[in-house]
C-alpha cells in the first residue's frame, strides 16, 4: 500500500514567522511531488512542484525535496494569516499513480 | 487562459434519484480526473481518463458511479439511485498526462447533497 503521510495538524504559527509542513511517503521510486492549498469550501490549488533533491524556492514559499529520507517540506516564510489553509501533498509513484496526504491544517496567527 | 469547470455548482436531490455532474477540463489537457471530498476530509480518488485509453475505474465506490468522457474532453460522472452517504463535493482536475512530472489543476468542484 503506497502511503503519503502528514501530521492533520492544526499547526499554528505567530505571523511574520516561518511555518514548515512535512509529508513523508513510503514508494521509494516516486518521482514527482506537489504541495497545494485548499481554502475551506473551495478546490485545491497547486502552489509547488519539486522533481529533484534539494530546495526549489518560489517567493516566499519553498519546497525542500529529500529522496534518500522519503520526505518532501514546504517553508513558508514571513507568514500571513492569508496563508491559513489546509496543504495537501501529492506525490506520484512508481506506477504513475497520483497519493494524496490528508492534510495539514495551518492557522497563522496575527 | 480558461481553467477547468464544473456544473452545477451546487446540486441537491432526493435520496433515489440520479445526479449527473459535468466537467470541462483546460484545452489541450488530454488527462482528467475525478474525487470525492466529504466535509473534513481529504480527496478520495474515483476515476481517471488518459486520452483514448480505458479509463482507471479503480476508485469508484459502487457500481452506482460511472462516468465517460466523449470527444476527449467533456466528461460526465453519473450517480444512480444517490444515497445519502454520496452528499459531497466532486471535485475534477486536469492534467497534460498522467506520466511523472504533470501537474493536476482543479476546478470549483459540485456541492451534493441527497436529502
Known amino acids: 500500500q503506497k502511503e503519503v503521510e502528514q501530521n492533520s495538524g492544526p499547526l499554528s504559527v505567530p505571523e511574520g514567522a516561518i511555518a514548515s509542513l512535512n509529508c513523508t511517503y513510503s514508494?521509494?521510486?516516486?518521482?514527482?511531488f506537489f504541495w497545494y492549498r485548499q481554502y475551506s469550501g473551495k478546490s485545491p490549488e497547486l502552489i509547488m512542484s519539486i522533481y529533484s533533491n534539494g530546495d526549489k524556492e518560489d517567493g516566499r514559499f519553498t519546497a525542500q525535496l529529500n529522496k534518500a529520507s522519503q520526505y518532501v517540506s514546504l517553508l513558508i516564510r514571513d507568514s500571513q494569516p492569508s496563508d491559513s489553509a489546509t496543504y495537501l501533498c501529492?506525490?506520484?509513484?512508481?506506477?504513475?499513480?497520483?497519493?494524496w496526504g490528508a492534510g495539514t491544517k495551518l492557522i497563522i496567527k496575527p | 487562459g480558461a481553467g477547468v469547470s464544473q456544473s452545477p455548482s451546487n446540486k441537491v436531490t432526493e435520496k433515489g434519484k440520479d445526479v449527473e455532474l459535468r466537467c470541462d477540463p483546460i484545452?489541450?489537457?488530454?488527462?482528467l480526473y475525478w474525487y470525492r471530498q466529504s466535509l473534513g476530509q481529504g480527496l478520495e480518488f474515483l476515476i481517471y481518463f488518459q486520452g483514448n485509453s480505458a479509463p482507471d475505474k479503480s476508485g469508484l465506490p459502487s457500481d452506482r458511479f460511472s462516468a465517460e468522457r466523449t470527444g476527449g474532453s467533456v466528461s460526465t460522472l453519473t450517480i444512480q439511485r444517490t444515497q445519502q452517504e454520496d452528499s459531497a463535493v466532486y471535485l475534477c482536475?486536469?492534467?497534460?498526462?498522467?506520466?511523472?512530472?504533470?501537474?493536476?489543476?482543479f476546478g470549483p468542484g459540485t456541492r451534493l447533497t441527497v436529502t
Open positions: 484545452s489541450g489537457h488530454t488527462a
Open positions: 514508494d521509494r521510486g516516486s518521482q514527482s
Open positions: 482536475a486536469s492534467s497534460l498526462g498522467v506520466r511523472a512530472g504533470y501537474e493536476q489543476y
Open positions: 501529492a506525490v506520484i509513484g512508481s506506477n504513475y499513480q497520483l497519493i
